[in-house]
Every structure is written in structure tokens, then in C-alpha cells.
């Protein structure tokens, strides 16, 4: 699986059948999250449990999995220079309703140690608009977040 989502990170990866577009789809989410988490200077424990729990329950992955997709996510995201080409992945693996739901997860990691720095809701602006969702759509993504989590808007 490592291998995999390698190439689809790296782009050397196509998708000619479902399973390989699952795991595209779940490289390209994980790559995203990972970005959000490390944005800000910091990637700490609440981040990647967050991070772990959306990808473990979003694509029914084992703990291992995982563990080895935020692995890669994260050393791939150390290595881009730009967001588009998994930004584009993202947008090619999710259907619209997929990309809202993505947006959604990227709120949560955003708000996962307590603090949105500037970075990071800088971050899911500038996603939405290569996801093609809209800023009313990740206002109210952002308002199912908030209320899940508890907080006060």
C-alpha cells in the first residue's frame, strides 16, 4: 500500500479501477490534512489523532494504514512547493459532495489544538477555490465543526 500511495502523491500513480482510486483519494486527503496540521509551524498530538480518527473513519483503514498514510502525507507535504497538485488530486477523487466533506475534515484539523491561526483558515480559503466549493459552503462546513466540537463561533 506505501508504494502506492507514494505514486499517487508523487503523481507517478493512475487510477484505472476503483481500488486505486480509493487510494488516491485517501492520499490526496491525507496530504491536504497533513498540510493543515504543519501550516502553522506545528504538528502536534491533537492534530495527528484528528487527522488519524477523520482518515481511519472516512476510509475505513486499519491503525497501521493509517499510521503509514500520515507518514508519507507528511513527507510528501515537506517536500512540495505548492498545494495545486494535491489540491487537484482531491478535486479529480471526490465527487462535490466529497470535497465539501474534505473541507469539513480540514476545519476539524484546523480546530484541533484550540487555536485557528491566520495560516490555517488562510489554507481552507485557498483550497476551497481549487476543491470548487464554495465560500458558503465552507462557512456552513465550518459551522457543523464548530458545533461539534463545542465551540463557540
Known sequence: MIERIRKLILGGGTSDNDASDAVDAE????ALLVEAALIDGEFDDDERRTISELLAERFELSVDDVEALIMEAEAETSRAVELYGFARRAKDAFDHEGRIELI?????????DGV??????????????LLHVSDR????????????LDIAS
Open 27 to 30: 492520499a490526496a486527503a491525507a
Open 104 to 112: 469539513e475534515m480540514l476545519w476539524q484539523v484546523v480546530y484541533a
Open 116 to 129: 485557528v491561526h491566520d495560516y490555517e483558515a488562510n489554507l481552507v480559503r485557498r483550497l476551497n477555490g
Open 137 to 148: 459552503e465552507s462557512g456552513d462546513a465550518r459551522k457543523r465543526v464548530l458545533e461539534r
